[in-house]
Protein backbone atom coordinates (compact mmCIF):
# COMPACT_ATOMS: atom_id res chain seq x y z
CA UNK A 1 0.00 0.00 0.00
CA UNK A 2 1.90 3.12 -1.22
CA UNK A 3 1.77 5.62 1.82
CA UNK A 4 0.04 9.16 1.48
CA UNK A 5 2.77 11.44 2.49
CA UNK A 6 6.69 10.71 2.48
CA UNK A 7 8.44 10.56 5.63
CA UNK A 8 10.23 14.58 6.31
CA UNK A 9 14.24 14.36 5.96
CA UNK A 10 16.12 15.69 9.05
CA UNK A 11 17.44 18.52 7.00
CA UNK A 12 13.92 19.85 6.32
CA UNK A 13 12.90 18.93 10.00
CA UNK A 14 15.77 20.83 11.02
CA UNK A 15 14.78 23.69 8.51
CA UNK A 16 11.74 23.88 10.18
CA UNK A 17 12.92 23.73 13.94
CA UNK A 18 15.10 26.64 12.82
CA UNK A 19 12.15 29.08 11.46
CA UNK A 20 10.15 28.25 15.05
CA UNK A 21 12.97 29.54 16.63
CA UNK A 22 12.90 32.71 14.65
CA UNK A 23 9.82 33.07 14.65
CA UNK A 24 9.60 32.89 18.75
CA UNK A 25 12.79 35.58 18.58
CA UNK A 26 11.27 37.41 16.39
CA UNK A 27 8.27 37.77 18.47
CA UNK A 28 9.86 38.31 21.46
CA UNK A 29 11.73 41.33 19.79
CA UNK A 30 8.12 42.78 18.54
CA UNK A 31 7.18 42.43 22.11
CA UNK A 32 10.06 44.47 23.54
CA UNK A 33 9.86 47.18 21.30
CA UNK A 34 6.38 47.77 22.05
CA UNK A 35 5.05 45.80 25.13
CA UNK A 36 2.08 47.74 25.44
CA UNK A 37 1.19 47.23 21.96
CA UNK A 38 3.16 44.27 20.64
CA UNK A 39 1.66 41.59 23.03
CA UNK A 40 0.06 39.34 19.60
CA UNK A 41 3.89 39.87 18.41
CA UNK A 42 4.86 37.30 20.82
CA UNK A 43 1.79 35.25 21.39
CA UNK A 44 1.76 34.25 17.92
CA UNK A 45 5.53 34.45 17.48
CA UNK A 46 5.40 31.92 20.19
CA UNK A 47 2.80 30.03 19.20
CA UNK A 48 3.54 29.52 15.69
CA UNK A 49 7.34 28.98 16.36
CA UNK A 50 6.73 26.18 18.82
CA UNK A 51 4.01 24.54 16.34
CA UNK A 52 6.83 24.82 13.84
CA UNK A 53 9.51 22.92 15.59
CA UNK A 54 6.86 20.74 16.61
CA UNK A 55 6.19 19.64 13.27
CA UNK A 56 10.34 19.68 13.14
CA UNK A 57 10.58 17.15 15.49
CA UNK A 58 7.76 15.00 14.47
CA UNK A 59 9.13 14.77 11.07
CA UNK A 60 12.39 14.09 12.63
CA UNK A 61 10.87 11.04 13.93
CA UNK A 62 9.18 10.33 11.01
CA UNK A 63 5.06 10.86 11.39
CA UNK A 64 4.10 11.35 7.97
CA UNK A 65 1.57 14.14 8.51
CA UNK A 66 3.33 16.37 10.27
CA UNK A 67 5.04 17.79 6.65
CA UNK A 68 1.67 18.67 5.30
CA UNK A 69 0.81 19.96 8.46
CA UNK A 70 4.12 22.29 8.39
CA UNK A 71 2.97 23.15 5.00
CA UNK A 72 0.29 24.59 5.75
CA UNK A 73 1.16 26.42 8.57
CA UNK A 74 3.70 27.99 7.00
CA UNK A 75 1.16 28.43 3.83
CA UNK A 76 -0.98 30.29 5.85
CA UNK A 77 1.36 32.60 7.87
CA UNK A 78 2.92 33.41 4.52
CA UNK A 79 -0.14 34.44 3.30
CA UNK A 80 -0.44 36.41 7.12
CA UNK A 81 2.55 37.83 6.76
CA UNK A 82 2.25 39.39 3.79
CA UNK A 83 -1.28 40.71 3.91
CA UNK A 84 0.50 42.51 7.42
CA UNK A 85 3.93 43.44 5.29
CA UNK A 86 1.62 45.45 3.30
CA UNK A 87 -0.58 47.10 6.14
CA UNK A 88 3.24 47.89 7.89
CA UNK A 89 5.20 49.41 4.96
CA UNK A 90 1.93 51.74 3.81
CA UNK A 91 1.39 53.28 7.23
CA UNK A 92 4.99 53.89 6.54
CA UNK A 93 4.74 55.19 3.24
CA UNK A 94 1.92 57.12 5.06
CA UNK A 95 3.84 59.55 7.52
CA UNK A 96 3.79 56.74 10.49
CA UNK A 97 7.55 56.39 10.96
CA UNK A 98 7.08 54.35 14.15
CA UNK A 99 5.69 51.44 12.01
CA UNK A 100 8.96 51.14 10.60
CA UNK A 101 10.44 48.50 12.98
CA UNK A 102 7.39 46.31 12.63
CA UNK A 103 6.99 46.33 9.11
CA UNK A 104 10.53 45.33 8.31
CA UNK A 105 10.29 42.34 11.20
CA UNK A 106 7.25 41.51 9.56
CA UNK A 107 8.95 41.86 6.24
CA UNK A 108 11.47 39.31 7.75
CA UNK A 109 9.40 36.91 8.80
CA UNK A 110 7.88 36.95 5.26
CA UNK A 111 11.10 35.95 3.66
CA UNK A 112 11.64 33.35 6.14
CA UNK A 113 8.46 31.75 5.33
CA UNK A 114 8.75 32.20 2.02
CA UNK A 115 11.97 30.72 1.31
CA UNK A 116 11.10 27.50 3.55
CA UNK A 117 7.61 26.82 1.52
CA UNK A 118 9.14 25.71 -1.27
CA UNK A 119 11.87 23.31 0.87
CA UNK A 120 8.72 21.46 2.29
CA UNK A 121 6.57 21.15 -1.04
CA UNK A 122 10.44 19.92 -2.19
CA UNK A 123 10.07 17.39 0.68
CA UNK A 124 6.67 16.31 -0.65
CA UNK A 125 8.43 14.00 -3.41
CA UNK A 126 9.51 10.63 -2.94
CA UNK A 127 13.32 10.62 -2.56
CA UNK A 128 14.99 7.45 -4.93
CA UNK A 129 15.58 4.79 -2.65
CA UNK A 130 19.47 3.11 -3.51
CA UNK A 131 19.22 -0.17 -5.20
CA UNK A 132 21.69 -2.82 -4.23
CA UNK A 133 24.39 -3.00 -6.86
CA UNK A 134 24.52 -6.74 -8.34
CA UNK A 135 28.10 -8.14 -7.70
CA UNK A 136 30.12 -9.33 -10.66
Known sequence: ????????????AGYLMFYGAFLIVMGLLGYWS????????LMTGGTFGTLSILWGVLGARGVRWSLPAAIVTTGLLTLVFA???SVGWLAVLDGQSEKLFAASMITLMLAASVTLLPVLF???????TATPQSGK
Request: net charge positive.
Open 1 to 12: MKRMFPTMNTKT
Open 34 to 41: NPEKARTA
Open 83 to 85: WRA
Open 122 to 128: RALKPQP
